[in-house]
């Protein structure tokens, strides 16, 4: 099916994943679901789209750093800082869910994805401010991000909310023992950043995104566990909210998420599947946020080596994220986003294979 869309663009995207959504809704008999992904579809559609002309008014704009493709100066001065729009509904909506179901669980998500937001936020407010593309400096953001997820994360300890085992399948795990806390520290700052890192060519990160929670609450739902149905039921609202989103951020993008958002998504990611046991299929379902991480470090590390050894850094890629390689080969900018977000289609089909046959 995906093989014979010539154009896989943003209204290819929410077909299939409706349908996706549909689908799952009959398979398990409960079409809350649905309903869950197309409220938030539609509040996004209109948060964003008035989103748009408050940032405007309030002179949010994205600055573009010179060293990155040429052609993205031209995407200067579009309104950035859109993930406001699309997390502040999901943190109302957790906020109604943690008060009625008066959860330990849902208090530390709530609480954990509150501190990524303020920190992608700081960062957005003061990149516009300074009129740079940086914000916080690198330090200052990793330090937040350590702070709040070292907090996350022993408190989930403690309270025994963390599995110590990585579960592969219902009969197959993994005992990391202590050795659970710096995975899950790795797990939690690392998908955000990686998200951050996605985060480059109009609508990349939002469609990923959207697929990825998609594939991450189906994957909750197959675990048949009573108390884990919330946590599938916020992933369905995030897909909806991300591709509300992209509705305005897909190319040419009319609106930015900035920090504000990207961060935020990748801890709502890491920090539900922290707390639902899904570390090993977020980590197949987040392929293409993983690969363009890695293509950041191999680069930098390949390039501090040879300068070492031969005074001369030498580099693999052409530009690091990833798609900027392509970029740089080429690749117009659409098909770059049109194939990652087929093979983030194929890496969530295979996450959920693999959960029913292991």
């Not at 502040?88 to 109604?96: V, W």
């Amino acid at each position: 099916m995906i093989g014979k869309i010539k154009k896989f663009n943003f209204n290819s995207l929410l077909i299939i994943n409706t349908f996706a959504v549909i689908l799952t809704s009959y398979f398990f008999n409960n079409f809350l679901l649905i309903g869950v992904f197309t409220l938030f579809f539609l509040i996004s559609l209109f948060t964003t789209k008035n989103g748009i002309e408050i940032i405007k008014k309030l002179n949010f704009l994205q600055n573009i750093r010179t060293e990155g493709p040429s052609n993205h100066y031209i995407k200067s001065n579009t309104p950035t800082m859109g993930g406001v729009f699309m997390i502040i509904p999901f943190l109302i909506f957790l906020l109604i869910i943690t008060i009625n179901l008066s959860s330990l669980k849902l208090f530390l998500l709530l609480l954990t994805i509150v501190g990524f937001f303020v920190t992608g936020f700081l960062d957005d407010f003061l990149s516009i401010k300074n009129k740079k593309n940086t914000g916080l400096k690198t330090k200052e953001k990793f330090i937040l991000q350590s702070i709040i997820s070292i907090i996350f994360i022993l408190l989930a300890y403690e309270k025994n909310l963390i599995n110590p085992v990585i579960t592969v399948s219902d009969s197959w795990g993994i005992n990391m023992n202590i050795y659970i806390l710096p995975i899950s520290f790795l797990v939690l700052v690392g998908i955000s950043n990686s998200v951050n890192l996605t985060d480059g060519l109009d609508g990349l990160a939002a469609g990923c995104s959207g697929i990825v929670f998609y594939g991450l609450g189906t994957e909750i739902l197959m675990k048949d566990q009573q108390e884990l149905y919330v946590f599938s039921i916020l992933c369905y609202s995030m897909s909806g909210i991300c591709l509300g989103f992209l509705k305005y951020n897909s190319y040419p993008a009319k609106i930015f998420m900035g920090d504000t958002g990207s961060l935020s998504i990748g801890a709502i990611l890491s920090a539900i599947a922290l707390l639902t046991d899904s570390i090993f299929t977020l980590s197949i379902f987040s392929g293409i946020f993983i690969v363009e991480s890695l293509s950041v470090i191999i680069q930098v590390s390949f390039f501090k080596i040879t300068k070492k050894l031969f005074h001369d850094g030498k580099r693999i890629f052409l530009m690091t994220p990833l798609h900027h390689h392509f970029e740089l080969q080429g690749v117009k900018e659409q098909k770059i986003v049109e194939n990652f977000y087929k093979a983030n289609i194929l890496l969530v089909i295979l996450g959920i294979v693999l959960k029913i046959n292991l």
